[in-house]
T-cell receptor, first 114, second 112 residues
Framework: DAGVIQSPRHEVTEMGQEVTLRCKPI?????LFWYRQTMMRGLELLIY????????DSGMPEDRFSAKMPNASFSTLKIQPSEPRDSAVYFC????????????FGSGTQLSVL | GENVEQHPSTLSVQEGDSAVIKCTYS??????FPWYKQELGKRPQLIID?????GEKKDQRIAVTLNKTAKHFSLHITETQPEDSAVYFC???????????FGTGTRLTIIP
């Protein structure tokens, strides 16, 4: 298995533009998590899905952020409109279940909003 | 909600010496404590974890200890090697990977 696959690896955009980050979890994993990593705040959980259903989105910063999981093998995190303070590394991670012990991270998307 | 504090934020250790990173947590109901290692520009990877029914766990040069009464847990790396240089994150949760709260990370540098 190739692991958790994220795209793009790097994204540079201008303030106000829409940004879409993509994630393919490990096949057979039923839980998918989106994290944001910044120097100031470290790793923060934004939202997680179990069996494609959003379970907890309390970490989503504001209405500009939305996430979907239309099927077991694909998820998106969208920011519209983007702002410079959204600049961060966004990680997708998956696990067999929410309570399983190992979280597998993707390589992350480095987002820069100018 | 859970609050995890981690220190030190940076740590430099001579190769071959031991390194200790400490974390405290606030929610007494937390029962799962993983440690992740993130090398520069790479993804975080789980290196060891412990559950609250165990006081210590070892895996070769790495060990984690847990003190539930004091609500703190520590990562110990012995006989450090250059490849141990990375950022290490502790985390805590009441339910596996759900609502994992991460510490802010410790940048460990091994000096050859």
């Amino acid at each position: 298995d190739a692991g958790v696959i994220q795209s793009p690896r790097h994204e540079v955009t201008e303030m106000g533009q829409e940004v879409t980050l993509r994630c393919k979890p490990i096949s057979g994993h039923n839980s998918l998590f989106w994290y944001r990593q910044t120097m100031m705040r470290g790793l923060e959980l934004l939202i997680y899905f179990n069996n494609n259903v959003p379970i907890d989105d309390s970490g989503m910063p504001e209405d500009r952020f939305s996430a979907k999981m239309p099927n077991a093998s694909f998820s998106t995190l969208k920011i519209q409109p983007s702002e410079p303070r959204d600049s961060a590394v966004y990680f997708c991670a998956s696990s067999i279940s929410p309570s399983s012990e190992k979280l597998f991270f993707g390589s992350g998307t480095q987002l820069s909003v100018l | 909600g859970e609050n995890v504090e981690q220190h030190p934020s940076t740590l430099s250790v001579q190769e071959g010496d031991s390194a200790v990173i400490k974390c405290t947590y606030s929610d007494s109901a937390s029962n799962y404590f993983p440690w992740y290692k993130q090398e520069l520009g790479k993804r975080p990877q789980l290196i060891i974890d412990i559950r609250s029914n165990v006081g210590e766990k070892k895996d070769q040069r790495i060990a984690v200890t847990l003190n539930k009464t004091a609500k703190h847990f520590s990562l110990h790396i012995t006989e450090t090697q250059p490849e141990d240089s990375a950022v290490y994150f502790c985390a805590a949760s009441t339910k596996g990977n759900e609502k994992l709260t991460f510490g802010t990370g410790t940048r460990l540098t091994i000096i050859p």
